[in-house]
């Protein structure tokens, strides 16, 4: 996801900082992954207590977001990495949370098995995600629209976010509608026992 402008920053916060803030409540204050930090937006939602790694792909987003977290004094280790390919251990984590990622992520079922991977058996992984709406005029609608988004954005507005969980063998233990049509979801998956 790029960085977003002065005046998405300004809209960002009231619409997406409630949704940010559920991705977070209630993790273990143990070892927490995130993946797609951006500039930091989530930064102040992190459980307190909690030891978080943050990855982004983008070196220049990490280093906003390391410059957003010196300056609130929040102690993350933050680093380039691609969610594709997380060199991580097998179970190194307790969580991860990703929000708003998936869009952009080129193989989204490989960087899903890798969070499925990196956290221990029954170690929540929560998304919130853009998704392609079922609706058969809507859904149509962002197929058609998608390469744009993408040459805009860099973002897939027509990700089957469910079916790639599925596809990566995450058991999915909810799936909350965050907008009304259902193209926001919070979804609650676990890694599976290996």
Request: glycine share 8%.
């Amino acid at each position: 996801m790029r960085e977003p402008s002065r005046l998405a920053s300004w809209v960002e916060r009231p619409l997406f900082a409630p949704w940010r803030v559920r991705a977070w409540a209630g993790l273990p204050a143990g070892r927490l992954l995130e993946v797609g930090v951006g500039a930091g937006a989530n930064l102040t939602y992190y459980p307190s207590g909690a030891a978080v790694t943050a990855i982004d792909v983008n070196p220049r987003r990490i280093e906003a977001a390391r410059r957003r977290a010196a300056a609130l004094g929040l102690p993350v280790d933050l680093r380039v990495m691609n969610a594709e390919t997380l060199e991580f251990p097998d179970g190194y984590f307790d969580a991860a949370v990703a929000t708003l990622v998936f869009c952009s992520v080129p193989d989204p079922v490989r960087g899903l098995r890798e969070l499925a991977r990196a956290v221990k058996p029954g170690g929540e992984i929560r998304l919130i995600e853009h998704v392609r709406v079922d609706l058969p005029l809507i859904g149509r609608l962002m197929d058609l629209l998608d390469p744009l988004a993408v040459l805009i954005g860099g973002e897939h507005i027509n990700r089957r976010t469910m079916e790639n969980i599925a596809r990566a063998g995450l058991p999915v233990v909810s799936v909350k509608k965050l907008t009304p049509s259902g193209m926001v979801k919070f979804i609650v998956a676990r890694s599976p026992a290996r």
